[in-house]
């Protein structure tokens, strides 16, 4: 990979957190909406069309939603290590923190946060 800074440039200890986390918060708040949405959803098109297989298509298209928005959330990146915010290998986890580096995720709201946190030092 292509370094632009000199190797004598030290990498930053701290990076501006909170436009990252805010996309992971927006992100996380879709997905909470379309899961808080199915209930109210399904009872509406039961009410409209008083059948369960004419509520199909409605189910269908909010899986289909629910897959969009997890996926968007899945790959919202970690603004401090880069890597998914809530994805380690194969494990898709709505933690609060980071699963790489633990970033809380409202740590841009604490004044001074600093958990002692430091990029890993490059070798070579
Ligand atoms: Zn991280």
Known sequence: MANGTPPSEEI????????????????????????????????????????????????????????????????????RCRNYYHVNGMSLLYLRRCLHCQLPLKADLVENFDDGWRPPKRSG
């Open 12 to 79: 930053p200890a701290t990076v501006p957190l909170s436009p990252g986390l805010q996309i992971i918060r927006r992100r996380r708040w879709f997905l909470w909406l379309v899961l808080l949405g199915y209930l109210p959803l399904m009872w509406v098109t039961q009410r409209i069309t008083h059948s369960f297989e004419r509520s199909l298509p409605v189910f269908f298209i909010w899986v289909g939603v629910l897959v969009v928005v997890t996926s968007y959330s899945a790959v919202a990146r970690c603004p």
